[in-house]
C-alpha cells in the first residue's frame, strides 16, 4: 500500500524548550530536533495528517505537515492538546525538565562576584500526561529515551513509568547529539526491535513503517 497511514492523525513533539528566566535568559536542552522532524516528514509521506509541536531549531517545518512552533513545555503541552484527538502521539522533544520558579520581566541586573539563585520548579511530563489520558487517549502511544548504557533495560522500565505502548531507545554515547546518524531499539511490552546504525531519514522512514503496522492493528 502506498499511504498506509492516509487517514491517519499523528501529532509529533520534537526540538528542545525553552524556558525564560528573564527577556534576555533562558535554560533548555541540548536538541536539534532533526529526528523528530524527519519522523514526521516520513509518516506524511505515508499519508497521515501530521502536526509538528516544535521548540526553537534551526530547521525548516517538514513538508507537508502542519508545525506549530512554540518555546515553553507549558505551551507544548497546551498545543499537543489542542491537535487531539489522534491516532498516533510520538514524543520526541527534550524537554526541560525544569524551568525558574519565576520568569522575570525585566532583565535581571546581578552584582559582580555574587552568585544569584534561580529557584526551579517541575515541568509537566508531556509524555506521561498524554500517556495517561482517560479521554482520547491516542491509540499508539510512544517516546523516546535517549541512554549512554543498558538501553533496553531503562527503555522496559520506562515504558511503565510514563504509561506509553513503545519507547524507542537510542544509544547516545557515540555522537548521535545533533549528527545524522543514528540506531534505535523499538522496545514494547513483549516484543523488542532493533535497527540498524544509519541515516536519522532512514531510521524516521523505518518508525514510520512499523507505526503504519501497529495501527493497522490496534487503532
Ligand atoms: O524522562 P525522560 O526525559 O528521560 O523521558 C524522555 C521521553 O519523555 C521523551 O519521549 C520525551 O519527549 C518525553 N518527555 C516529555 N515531557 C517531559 C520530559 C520528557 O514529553 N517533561
Redesign the pocket.
Known amino acids: 500500500m502506498t499511504n498506509p497511514l492516509a487517514g491517519r492523525r499523528i501529532v509529533i513533539?520534537a526540538g528542545p524548550t525553552l524556558e525564560a528566566i528573564d527577556p534576555v535568559r533562558f535554560i533548555s536542552n541540548r536538541s536539534s530536533g532533526k529526528q523528530g522532524y524527519a519522523i514526521a516528514e516520513a509518516c506524511a509521506v505515508l499519508g497521515a495528517n501530521v502536526v509538528l509541536v516544535s521548540g526553537p531549531t534551526a530547521l525548516n517545518d517538514p513538508a507537508g505537515v502542519e508545525t506549530i512552533r512554540i518555546e515553553s513545555?507549558r505551551d507544548m503541552l497546551a498545543a499537543v492538546e489542542g491537535a487531539l484527538p489522534a491516532d498516533v502521539f510520538i514524543?520526541?522533544?527534550?524537554?526541560?525538565?525544569w524551568r525558574p520558579a519565576e520568569a522575570h520581566d525585566k532583565k535581571i541586573k546581578g552584582n559582580k562576584g555574587e552568585m544569584a539563585a534561580l529557584p526551579l520548579v517541575e515541568?509537566?511530563?508531556?509524555?506521561?500526561t498524554i500517556s495517561q489520558r482517560t479521554e482520547a487517549r491516542p491509540g499508539l502511544v510512544?517516546?523516546?529515551?535517549?541512554e549512554t548504557h543498558d538501553v533496553e533495560d531503562h527503555a522496559r522500565q520506562?515504558l511503565g513509568?510514563?504509561g506509553c505502548d513503545w519507547?524507542i531507545a537510542n544509544d547516545v554515547s557515540g555522537d548521535v547529539m545533533g549528527g545524522d546518524e543514528n540506531a534505535v531499539a523499538i522496545v514494547s511490552r513483549d516484543d523488542v526491535w532493533r535497527s540498524q546504525r544509519t541515516s536519522k531519514s532512514e531510521i524516521a522512514r523505518l518508525i514510520a513503517g512499523r507505526i503504519a503496522d501497529a495501527v493497522e492493528e490496534t487503532c
Open positions: 513533539t513545555a514524543a520526541v522533544a527534550a524537554v526541560a525538565d515541568n509537566p511530563d508531556i509524555l506521561k510512544i517516546g523516546f529515551a535517549a520506562k513509568r510514563k519507547i
